[in-house]
């Protein structure tokens, strides 16, 4: 059975760092690209960040670029997200998400983390 | 980038009605577009990829249409379980992936 479970959310003042984690089991992790989408409260979803399976191609959203960094341990099956600089606007429930080949959907999601940026 | 447009923004339903939804890309995605279900605290579910084809276990009242720009989302006799909030998402070439803003489906 594949899983996705995130963790390492929690209160941070504007301004401070978080580094998310994504534990990933039941699938070859190495095999996929892997993604983090975001939803601040009570709005529609974002799309965070992607890397591919060996980290040779990576993305992020114009709105977090410079300020997170994605990364992955294939050899831990888990994807982290480094978030510094954060502000008000970073609040909300981070999940991720695998990708599947070339059509590029995803058909995996984690249960979630959220992040509070608040003083 | 690329803009989705989803409408409409919320709507009322009663149980076997039929529903349509639709998203717009602001250029054309081909059939790269995807359909999620989203309950009130839960991670969203992939309903629907590549524009019309129906993810595993998803029960055959979902159906989705289009390609290019213009997209639907049709639940063909609404149930119970069907009331959340539907998000389109394009996965045209390479990122960044968008969402549409979501579509909240709720009970009349």
């Known amino acids: 059975e594949v899983q996705l479970v995130e963790s390492g959310g929690g209160l941070v003042k504007p301004g401070g760092s978080l580094r998310l984690s994504c534990a990933a089991s039941?699938?070859?992790?190495?095999?996929?690209?892997m993604n983090w989408v975001r939803q601040a409260p009570g709005k529609g979803l974002e799309w965070v960040s992607s890397?591919?399976?060996?980290?040779?191609?990576?993305y992020y959203a114009d709105s977090v670029k410079g300020r997170f960094t994605i990364s992955r341990d294939n050899a831990k099956n888990s994807l982290y997200l480094q978030m510094n600089s954060l502000r008000a606007e970073d609040t909300g429930v981070y999940y991720c998400?695998?990708?599947?080949?070339?059509?590029?959907?995803?058909?995996?999601w984690g249960q979630g983390t959220l992040v509070t940026v608040s003083s | 980038d690329m803009q989705m447009t989803q409408s409409p923004s919320s709507l009322s339903a009663s149980v076997g009605d039929r529903v349509t939804i639709t998203c717009r890309a602001s250029?054309?995605?081909?059939?790269?577009l995807n359909w999620y279900q989203q309950k009130p605290g839960k991670a969203p579910e992939l309903l629907i990829f590549?524009?019309?084809t129906l993810q595993t276990g998803v029960p055959s009242r979902f159906s989705g249409s289009g390609s290019g720009t213009d997209f639907t989302l049709t639940i063909s006799s609404l149930q119970p379980a069907d009331f959340a909030t539907y998000y389109c998402?394009?996965?045209?070439?390479?990122?960044?992936?968008?969402f549409g803003q979501g579509t909240k489906v709720e009970f009349k």
């Open positions: 250029q054309s995605i081909s059939n790269f």
């Open positions: 890397i591919s399976s060996s980290s040779s191609y990576i």
């Open positions: 998400a695998r990708e599947m080949y070339a059509l590029s959907y995803f058909d995996y």
């Open positions: 039941g699938f070859t992790f190495t095999s996929y690209t």
């Open positions: 998402q394009q996965t045209y070439s390479i990122p960044p992936w968008t």
């Open positions: 590549a524009a019309s």
